[in-house]
Nanobody, 127 residues
Framework: QVQLVESGGGLVQDGDSLRLSCAAS????????MGWFRQAPGKERDFVAG????????YYGDSVKGRFTISRDNAKNTVYLQMNSVKPEDTAVYYC????????????????????WGQGTRVTVSS
């Protein structure tokens, strides 16, 4: 069973960069579709980015396109979220998620698509 642990959150300024990491335990990680979601205070959890098992397919929520980049290193059992030009509205708890399934054309953008979740890491962007 794969378990997920996020890290890298913190307090940053408007326009700064930040990289989140999600470390996975378990040998099956390389076969998992992975994603990042976020939940701002008082709001629902929203999709941020997703990546296929081999990194060949990536996709993003509209609010982060062009600013955030998802990547993975299967040798290190880790998926990353590089956050550039952050804004105060990016303030949220960021969650890593995974699912042991893959479809070449389907974009895993819904919470229900994922079966594994990390505990979250908090990102606060000050203006």
């Amino acid at each position: 069973q794969v378990q997920l642990v996020e890290s890298g959150g913190g307090l940053v300024q408007d326009g700064d960069s930040l990289r989140l990491s999600c470390a996975a335990s378990g040998r099956a990680f390389s076969m998992y579709t992975m994603g990042w979601f976020r939940q701002a205070p008082g709001k629902e959890r929203d999709f941020v980015a997703g990546i296929s098992w081999n990194g060949g397919n990536t996709y993003y929520g509209d609010s982060v396109k062009g600013r955030f980049t998802i990547s993975r290193d299967n040798a290190k059992n880790t998926v990353y979220l590089q956050m550039n030009s952050v804004k105060p509205e990016d303030t949220a708890v960021y969650y890593c998620a995974g699912t042991p399934t893959y479809s070449g054309t389907y974009m895993y953008m819904n919470e229900d698509d994922y079966t594994l979740w990390g505990q979250g890491t908090r990102v606060t962007v000050s203006s």
